[in-house]
């Protein structure tokens, strides 16, 4: 079983976050999955740097420029994440854009993501046509699970036409928008958290985008496996670097 | 071999949608209508209307008789520098401005290099009475002030993007993340043939009057509708795919696409795309795109503002793909030259843009009895301050 998986089955709520690689040193990546850990979070996504992220917010494409500033590559990255697995056991999520993969070659991207260890995919660029036609056959054979994005106006068809090729979990865009531009829920969200639970989905789902402290995350939480901070983070680190990270996720998890 | 896109949105295997989910409702909602929509006889009536009465349609098709007889053959200046706005990008965004009120959309969004787009884009919404929000690099703002004047005097919100390199590509960015943000009210008018399926085949399709008039009117003054040649500077690609689009299955007709090299192709400086580009995803579309080797996008350069851009369309792409189009590579200089020699020998003053395309004949040699058609995409009023600077006028 893949590691996303054996974690989905834990009876407890998933505290995922989000981070750019080598950001804010080109050599913070490995240090920073093993505090997070260390720091009981339960699951991480590892931003491959864009120089165009789309549907990323001020935050993150600011992390995602100076990294790529720092010099991050996916080689580099990859380099970086090669004795990961020595120390670290949660599962981790690269998560980027499909043109670098595209460039390093979609199969030669996979093999080298089982071989160092990683779990899954997020590729918020890559429809879920596209990637069911021409590449889930590859990510089957290298290990790895694709995850989807849904959004408050994704139709039920298209949700459950995700939920029926996945084998993770879907990943709940909180609201229409990029990340990092919320602040706090309101009835529209929560109500689109209760209607998703109520599918009653294959997949279990995890919310990111909107999700910021204890409150936000507690209210998450309550209607979904899990909840995925980013831009928070991202903040954090850029004002306190990444070697004390219990401070941030102390308050977040006991509020 | 068809030139147009097919059922799935792809040129060969160029174009597609490659657009995050939260694009999707958008994008699929334009997607389902957009043909429709404009086979809707109202739609085309008061789309052809409008051409007609507010962009100052059909434009002429001018024989250039000194440029000519320099050259020593025929060549015609399709003159799409007399549309309003002063360049064809007015095509496209009336085109565009009604589908926003056919998909009942209460705010138009757009992303805007040099400004024509933008102004093109501002001066319908102010036609309709539309909410427009342009979104410009902060160093396009700064080089490009008159034309932000326009774009507030017309009623539009110049809103600069601050990510990346503060240009056109962030502009873009920057549109699509509001797009993001307000899914249901907003239609964003992307200003050239590139972008996620259906947007290059709708902006082809909305320019495509350029080679529709050229066809009767050739036949006119020729007494055959297609010539030898049709030149098209490529940034985008807009004003080209209007100026092939008739003639892209007439195998007759050499296309010629005009691409700015800047200050030399191999100087690091250059937006020549179809040479210096691989096969890549920009802006939600598979196609030729400037990159490093880890596939980050890279920053063009052209003195024309409006070919600075380090993609180029899907449609384009496959044109140069399957030779289709002879793509051919023009710097700052050659474009500067060509600009002042059409202006002195025909009394027209270019874009720096379209002087690109006219500066092909030094090099590329045609037989007298060739006719060959330029597409003259827009007139040169805004680049005034890079010709004076240029040419210490």
Known sequence: MNRIQAKLQEDKKLLSIYFTAGYPNLNDTVTTIENLEKNGVDMIEIGLPFSDPLADGPTIQASSTQALHNGMTSTVLFDQLKDIRKSVSIPLILMGYFNPMLQYGVEAFCKKCQEVGIDGLIIPDLPVEVYHEEYKAIFERYGLLNVFLITPQTSETRIRYMDSISDGFIYMVSSASTTGSQSGFGNTQTDYFKRIADLKLTNPQVIGFGISDHETFSQATQYAKGAIIGSAFINYVTAHGVDDLGAFTEPLLNG | ?393
């Open chain 2, 1 to 393: 071999m068809s030139y147009h896109v097919n059922e799935k949105g792809y040129y060969g295997q160029f174009g597609g949608a490659f657009i995050p989910e939260m694009l999707y409702p958008n994008v699929e909602e334009l997607r389902q209508k957009y043909l429709k929509v404009m086979a809707e006889p109202d739609f085309k009536k008061e789309f052809d209307q409008l051409l007609k009465d507010y962009v100052g349609r059909p434009t002429p098709l001018y024989f250039a008789t000194r440029l000519s007889a320099k050259y020593n053959t025929k060549i015609y200046l399709k003159r799409e520098d007399l549309c309003h706005t002063g360049a064809h990008k007015i095509n496209n965004t009336i085109g565009q401005i009604l589908m926003a009120k056919k998909l009942k959309k209460k705010r138009i969004i757009a992303e805007t290099g040099a400004g024509q787009h933008g102004v093109a884009t501002a001066t319908v919404c102010a036609l309709a009475g539309l909410e427009c929000i342009v979104y410009m690099g902060e160093i396009d703002i700064a080089r490009q002030a008159p034309n932000v004047a326009r774009m507030k005097m017309l009623g539009a919100e110049v809103r600069p993007a601050l990510s990346g390199s503060r240009t056109l590509k962030d502009a873009t960015n920057e549109a699509i993340r509001d797009w993001i943000n307000n899914p249901v009210d907003t239609h964003y008018i992307i200003g050239s043939a590139v972008g996620p399926h259906p947007y290059p085949d709708m902006v082809a399709r909305f320019q495509s009057v350029v080679s529709e008039e050229t066809k009767w009117q050739l036949k006119e003054v020729e007494g055959r509708e297609n010539p030898d040649y049709v030149v098209a500077c490529v940034g985008g690609g807009s004003n080209a795919a209007g100026a092939y689009y008739h003639y892209l299955n007439e195998p007759d007709v050499k296309l010629i696409a005009v691409e700015a090299a800047g200050k030399g192709i191999y100087t690091g400086e250059s937006a020549a795309t179809s040479v210096l580009g691989k096969e890549g995803v920009i802006h939600g579309s598979k196609t030729l795109l400037m990159q490093t080797t880890d596939g980050q996008i890279t920053e063009p350069y052209s003195i024309s503002a409006g070919l600075d851009y380090p993609g180029v369309g899907p449609m384009h792409a496959h044109l140069y793909e399957t030779k289709r189009a002879e793509f051919i590579s023009v710097t700052d200089d050659e474009a500067m030259t060509a600009g002042l020699e059409l202006s002195q020998l025909e009394g027209i003053i270019p874009a720096i843009e379209t002087s690109h395309a006219l500066a092909i004949f030094e090099d590329k040699k045609f037989k007298p009895e060739d006719v060959v058609v330029i597409s003259l995409s827009g007139r040169g009023d805004k680049d005034l301050n890079t010709y004076i600077d240029y040419f210490k006028l």
